[in-house]
Nanobody, 117 residues
Framework: QVHLVESGGGLAQPGGSLRLSCAASGSDFSLYFMGWYRQAPGKQRELVARITSSGVSSYTDSVKGRFTISRDNAKNTVDLQMISLTPEDTAVYFC???????????WGQGTQVTVSS
């Protein structure tokens, strides 16, 4: 039914940039929150950024000023632009969409982001 397809992960140098993209299909995503989570070894999965259908975004403190989330409601896509990457950003990043009325969430497969020299 609902499918999330991610792209853009890979290897970056410290101080470098990556852009993650997620394409959602299989539903009407109006009233859905869209966001990105990440999970690093030994840590719980955390919400990195989330954006409402009206464009209101929120970020975890560690990425504020470096990451930017955006969405295209016509294309049902959500992107995460990441700049000034550090090794602490290394994690598996997951796309997530959540129905704001039912609270049901759907997850992408995850994409690895590695920041190292």
């Amino acid at each position: 039914q609902v499918h999330l397809v991610e792209s853009g992960g890979g290897l970056a140098q410290p101080g470098g940039s990556l852009r993650l993209s997620c394409a959602a299909s299989g539903s009407d995503f109006s009233l859905y929150f869209m966001g990105w989570y990440r999970q690093a070894p030994g840590k719980q999965r955390e919400l990195v950024a989330r954006i409402t259908s009206s464009g209101v975004s929120s970020y975890t403190d560690s990425v504020k000023g470096r990451f930017t989330i955006s969405r295209d409601n016509a294309k049902n896509t959500v992107d995460l632009q990441m700049i000034s990457l550090t090794p602490e950003d290394t994690a598996v990043y997951f796309c997530n969409v959540q129905n704001s009325l039912t609270f049901r969430s759907y997850w992408g497969q995850g994409t690895q982001v590695t920041v190292s020299s």
